[in-house]
């Protein structure tokens, strides 16, 4: 049964859940079956349930091949508490499906979720010089410079520099000025990766603190992970103790016990600490954010998957994003770990460790049906790629960096004798007028690509005649301006005179014959 990609938007998880519920009742087959003497036509048991539905979320991109048999049992019993499915006495309601025999069907009214009309978020867009999006976009080229300068208030342009309008304009760059460039280069960079469409219902700047991006940009140890200065928010150091004796087993520290079964023991006081967390390592905030992301984890899009979680993990508050990459740090080691002994009888050591943690590291704050699911697959991704996406982006810093210098290029300092720009709003002209400017401009171009034409001295004679009967024939009135008479246009080709060499006068030696010859 094929499936489509779920676009990012608000309430994926919702239609995610609908995009299933369609693709089961299409897809899974029904058949006559018997039961204490009775026949149930158009039904299914439960084992055969499981098992097509396990088939078909490995194989859905927006699920993938990390989804276990078990986690299938429980979106079924979630299918029969709200009624996906009911059981061929027609009870539903109860979560109390089992891999058996048991006989379930289709019920006749239609299980899709409603997904809510929610109105778009009005946000008052900024006209200060930081927000203004074509500083970042146009910067350092001419194009920009000019545009910026036909802006600038011509009294500021005509004033004598160092004049006291000038000092009472003039003003430093803030630490406020410094913290919306971080964001909203960060933004930028984020909606360009993944569409400033698919953000918009997902993600408010407005709650966006730019502190937790620059403390996570700037304060970080030689390994990359985030350092705190308020120790309280920090790991415990039994926890973190726990963590590295799993991280580096069997190389543990010789002063701790050692007994059959004691890595299972240090493993579940990691994995209690976690649980008893009051929110996901990603936060309830960015719950949609990360769900978005989700859409991206794609092998054709996975460079642009890895660099959109590199922005978005840097908006999480410093103390979250250091336990999440200590946490994946420990549980990357440990699945590669051919030493790690099993931690579970019957589960995979990769397995146990993405069912323990997933919803550890997202869920939401409302109850969701597809949660578990959705985190499996975020937190494969991360473990396979959190090198990569929990490292510090260069090219962001730059970028903040470049366009800190180029807006204090533009700004007075007190005694600089350096005059500040100040922007005001451009007159409206009439539609006459810019008609007449356009043009103009449009004119003065092309003369000046003819001038062009007629100096270039690397072109030869005979390609530039071809270029300038094209150019004569294309705009005639430029041309007669440049030529107003046909001896002009002669004057250009005139042939120079040439110098001739001298003749030199060859004098040939008189061959002299003998009587022999």
């Known amino acids: 049964m094929s499936s489509h990609i779920v ?31 009775r026949v ?13 539905l396990h088939e078909l979320l490995k194989n859905n991109s927006n699920f993938g091949p990390e989804v276990t048999r078990q986690q299938t049992i429980q979106l079924l019993k979630k299918f029969l508490k709200n009624h996906v499915i009911e059981d061929v006495k027609g009870r539903w309601g109860v979560e109390d499906l089992e891999d058996n025999s048991h006989l379930y069907r289709f019920p006749s009214t239609s299980p899709l979720k409603p997904i809510p009309n929610r109105a778009p978020v009005l946000r008052k867009k900024s006209i200060s010089m930081m927000d203004r999006e074509s500083f970042f976009k146009f910067r350092g080229s001419k194009k920009f410079d000019k545009e910026i300068l036909e802006n600038v208030d011509p009294e500021a342009q ?17 630490e406020d000025d410094i ?26 700047p407005a709650q966006v603190n730019p502190q937790c991006i620059i403390y996570n940009m700037t304060k970080v140890n030689k390994h990359g992970v985030v350092s705190l200065d308020d120790k309280t928010d920090d790991l415990p150091h039994w926890v973190l103790s726990a963590m590295k004796c799993l991280a580096n087993w069997p190389k543990y520290d010789s002063n701790q016990p050692s007994y059959p079964g004691f890595e299972r023991d240090v493993f579940k006081t990691v994995s209690d600490y976690f649980y008893n967390l009051s929110q996901p390592l990603l936060t309830y905030q960015y719950y949609e954010l990360f769900v978005n992301i989700l859409g991206l984890l794609r092998p054709s899009l996975e460079r642009v998957a890895i660099e959109a979680l590199q922005l ?40 146990l ?114 270029k300038l009967k094209l150019f004569q024939k294309e705009y005639p009135d430029i041309y007669s301006r440049r030529f107003p008479t046909s001896e002009s246009e002669a004057l250009l080709f005139a042939d120079k ?10 004098i040939k030696k008189a061959k ?6």
């Open 179 to 204: 913290q919306v460039i971080w964001k909203n280069v960060t933004l930028t960079h984020l909606h360009k990766l993944v569409g400033s469409g698919s953000l918009e219902d997902v993600l408010d």
């Open 312 to 351: 978005c993990t840097l908006l999480l508050p410093p103390a979250s994003r250091r336990k999440l990459q200590l946490l994946l740090r420990m549980i990357s080691r440990m699945s590669q770990n051919v030493d790690m002994p099993r931690l579970h009888d019957v589960i995979g050591t990769r397995t």
């Open 353 to 466: 460790l993405v069912q323990t943690f997933s919803r550890c590291v997202l869920s939401c704050e409302e109850v969701d049906d597809l949660d578990e699911l959705l985190a499996t697959r975020l937190l494969s991704f991360l473990m396979d790629h959190h090198q990569e996406v929990l490292q510090v982006p260069v090219y962001l810093r730059n970028a903040v960096e470049d366009h800190i210098s180029y807006l204090k290029s533009l700004t007075t300092y007190p005694g600089s004798g350096v005059a500040m720009a100040t922007y005001s709003f451009c007159r409206q002209i009439s539609t006459q007028e810019f008609e007449e400017q356009k043009l103009s401009v449009s004119q003065t171009a092309l003369a000046d690509l003819l001038e062009s034409l007629i100096k270039d001295k690397t072109m030869s004679v005979k390609e530039k005649k071809k």
């Open 497 to 506: 005179p040439k110098i001739k060499p001298p003749m030199l006068l060859s």
């Open 512 to 517: 002299t014959f003998s009587i022999r010859n």
């Open 40 to 52: 149930f036509t158009n039904s299914f048991t439960a084992s055969a349930a499981v098992d097509w």
């Open 7 to 37: 676009t990012p938007g608000p309430y994926r998880a919702t239609k995610l859940w609908n995009e299933v519920t369609k693709l089961f009742r299409a897809g899974m087959p029904l058949k006559k079956h018997r039961q204490h003497f």
């Open 158 to 174: 005509e004033s004598p520099v160092g004049s006291s309008s000038d000092t009472e304009r003039c003003r430093e760059l803030t």
